[in-house]
């Protein structure tokens, strides 16, 4: 009875409901916080196994109210195995989850939110993100790039813990605490890229494993990374060197492990960034100019894609423009497109 009712939930949209408040809406279970307001997403009492590409709302309506979803609990979208009579059974199979994009209202990513999930090679983090929690992708060992938010300040213990796939992770300046082995056997880890303003004493070989991985930092912060326990497990230090990205409104610019949308206004990357840059261009935009050290290099993208790396001492200029060329969007395509965007790219 009880995979039947599973069934009617599905198919009519209706809300199914636990004995503990928690219920599930589209296949995904939530918890109601204390502040009544928001909610988790948290484990599901049944084995639906997430699979392929998921997307995480912003909100869920539930009994005539909506909330705002800003946490990713306890083994939320986890593979879980249990010891049974002396054997291993998968209690909750989610290893077929590919992709993941979290809405700009998760505060925080749970204890082993996604623990396990061996499938999973990308995932979206949103600028609003503060925490990662203990395990919370530990053993996704096909997880090859993570983008660390700005407003980020803790990553939690084994929280990236056997993610032998991945290649660069950068630590932005607000964060001021790493747990014991969170990156512990990142085999495949070649370069990390911190912006803190001060070496602090991170968890208990936290970086153990890491042996081919060089660490950029700020030039004043070298030797005491050096002299620093557990950092000085990177024996390989360097200097960050200053790169200006400039984007405009409408998208964002992914390079190095960062994603930059800002107005005609500096971010700062690093040397040793190298790879392919990625524009993502907002819903009703397209990708207009690419500059790179003064020279228009837009004819080279490709798919929104430019097939090259920039290296240290340069300057990226992106321009995006609502489809249709109507930039001022007055409903009109006229000369005064044109003197908008000459203002846009001379930032006036």
């Known amino acids: 009875m009880r995979l039947f009712l599973t069934a009617a939930v599905m198919l009519f949209g209706v809300t199914k409901v636990y004995a503990n408040g928690n219920f599930i809406v589209d296949g995904m279970a939530y918890e109601v916080n204390d502040d009544g307001v928001s909610v988790s997403l948290v484990w599901k009492d049944v084995n639906e196994p ?74 979206v983090i949103p600028n609003s993100v503060l925490t990662i929690g203990p395990s919370a992708f530990s053993g996704c060992k096909n997880l090859s790039e993570i983008n660390f938010p700005e407003a ?61 991985a060089v660490l950029y930092g700020k030039e004043e912060l070298l030797d005491t990374y050096r002299q620093t326990e557990d950092w000085n497990v990177l024996t390989n230090v360097e200097a960050l060197v200053p790169l200006t990205v400039a984007c405009g409104n409408g998208g964002s610019v992914q390079m190095g492990g960062f994603a930059y949308s800002t107005t005609i206004a500096s971010a700062q990357a690093s040397s040793g960034e190298h790879g392919d840059i990625c ?46 060329y109507d930039v001022n969007r007055d409903g009109s395509v006229d000369i005064s497109d044109v003197v908008t965007l000459v203002n846009f790219i001379l930032g006036q």
């Open 50 to 123: 997430y699979s392929g590409d998921v997307v995480v709302p912003a909100s869920v309506e539930h009994d005539g109210k909506t909330y705002t979803v800003n946490n990713i609990g306890y083994l939320a979208f986890s593979h879980v195995t249990r010891l049974v009579n002396g054997s291993w059974t998968v209690i909750k199979d989610n290893t077929s989850i590919t992709s993941v994009t979290l809405p700009n209202t998760i505060t925080s990513i749970g204890n082993a939110g996604f623990l396990s999930c061996e499938s999973l090679t990308k995932i």
């Open 152 to 212: 980020l300040y803790s990553i939690g213990s084994y929280a990236f813990s056997g993610c032998t796939s991945l290649k660069n992770i950068v630590i932005p300046e607000g964060v001021s605490k790493i747990g014991s082995y969170a990156f512990n056997g990142c085999t495949s880890l070649e370069g990390v890229y911190t912006y803190v303003n001060e070496v602090f004493a991170t968890g208990t070989k936290a970086f153990q494993g890491c042996t081919n």
């Open 279 to 324: 524009f993502s261009p907002e819903e009703g935009w397209e990708l207009s100019m690419v500059k790179l050290n003064g020279e228009d290099v837009t004819a080279q993208v490709k798919d929104n894609r430019l097939p090259s790396g920039v290296s240290a001492q340069s300057s990226l200029l992106v321009i995006f423009r609502p489809m249709g």
